[in-house]
Structures are given as C-alpha cells and as structure tokens.
Nanobody, 125 residues
Framework: QVQLVDSGGGLVQAGGSLRLSCAASGDTLSGYGMGWFRQALGKEREFVAAISWNSGYTRYADSAKGRFTISRDNAKNTVYLQMNSLKPEDTAVYHC??????????????????WGQGTRITVSS
C-alpha cells in the first residue's frame, strides 16, 4: 500500500509560481500512474494533471494547459506539479493520487487508489 504526502502549498500572488511535491512511501511509484486533483471551497473535486508510470503520457485539464507541468522522479519516489502564472481561481486544496493503472494518465478520480492528504494553495489578486 502506498502512502502519499503532499507538500509545497502556500500563499502566492497572482502571476507567481509554486511547485508541489508528492512523496510516496510503502511502495515504488514506478508501478503507478499519478495524478493531481484540486478542490476549492464549496466546489467539487476536479482533475488538474496526470502522468503515466514512465512519463510517457501526460494529461492536463484545460485550465492547467500551458501553465502547469506534471513530472515525476521514480528514483526519488516523488511526483511534482510545477504551477506558473497562478490565478486566484487556482486557489484550492491540491491532492496527489496514485492509480494501479500504471500505464494511464487518467482524469477520472474514481480510478485512483491512493490519495495524499492535500496541500492548500491560496492565490491572492
């Protein structure tokens, strides 16, 4: 079983950047597809980005394309989300997630088996 710990959130001004990290323990991440999701206050959880086990496939929400980059370092058992040009509407709690469908970069939350506790991002205008 995989345990995921999200970190890197904080308060940033609009136009700024943050890099989120998701560190795994309990198993090697190379056996999992990974994703990032977010949930803003009063809203449903939404997909942000995903990456397959060997970085061969990536997928982004339209809101993230051109601004966010998902990457992974299997040797470090860590997944990253580089977020640039942040907007106030990016304010949310961000969660990483792992799916046993290692070959996929899925945007379906129900396909993910393990979840991090979340890290909060607040973007001020």
């Amino acid at each position: 079983q995989v345990q995921l710990v999200d970190s890197g959130g904080g308060l940033v001004q609009a136009g700024g950047s943050l890099r989120l990290s998701c560190a795994a323990s309990g198993d090697t991440l190379s056996g999992y597809g990974m994703g990032w999701f977010r949930q803003a206050l009063g809203k449903e959880r939404e997909f942000v980005a995903a990456i397959s086990w060997n970085s061969g496939y990536t997928r982004y929400a339209d809101s993230a394309k051109g601004r966010f980059t998902i990457s992974r370092d299997n040797a470090k058992n860590t997944v990253y989300l580089q977020m640039n040009s942040l907007k106030p509407e990016d304010t949310a709690v961000y969660h990483c997630a792992a799916t046993k469908r290692y070959y996929s970069a899925s945007y379906y939350a129900y396909e993910y088996d393990y979840w991090g506790q979340g890290t909060r991002i607040t973007v001020s205008s």
